[in-house]
């Protein structure tokens, strides 16, 4: 299994990024997939969560209305779309499939 995360950086509050993952060696189609991340001094906590053939998604309260996943199983891809980002959106975010091992995430600074 293998996940690599891209599309993080520095963005000014109220602004957005894409996130990107692409999966490679397990059957993507075959998987949910979540978006994690993990603030300094914080566990790492669930964002969003997408099923097998996308027609259900779950948010954190903490994002809900604000962030959409969304996932391609033709390219074996999953993203992230994040607008109004706030500065507490500030961490490293990782996608996963629920098996083997995490990608090594991408950073995520919200600042002005």
């Known amino acids: 299994v293998q996940l690599v995360e891209s599309g993080g950086g520095l963005v000014q509050p109220g602004g957005s990024l894409r996130l990107s993952c692409t999966a490679s060696?397990?059957?993507?189609?075959?998987?949910?997939m979540s978006w994690y991340r993990q603030a300094p001094g914080k566990e790492r906590e669930l964002v969003a969560r997408i099923s097998v053939a996308g027609g259900s998604t779950n948010y954190a309260d903490f994002v809900k209305g604000r962030f959409t996943i969304s996932r391609d199983n033709v390219k074996n891809t999953v993203n992230l779309q994040m607008n109004s980002l706030k500065p507490e959106d500030t961490a490293v975010y990782y996608c996963?499939?629920?098996?083997?091992?995490w990608g090594q995430g991408t950073q995520v600074t919200v600042s002005s």
């Open positions: 060696g397990f059957t993507f189609s075959w998987y949910a």
């Open positions: 996963y499939s629920g098996i083997g091992s």
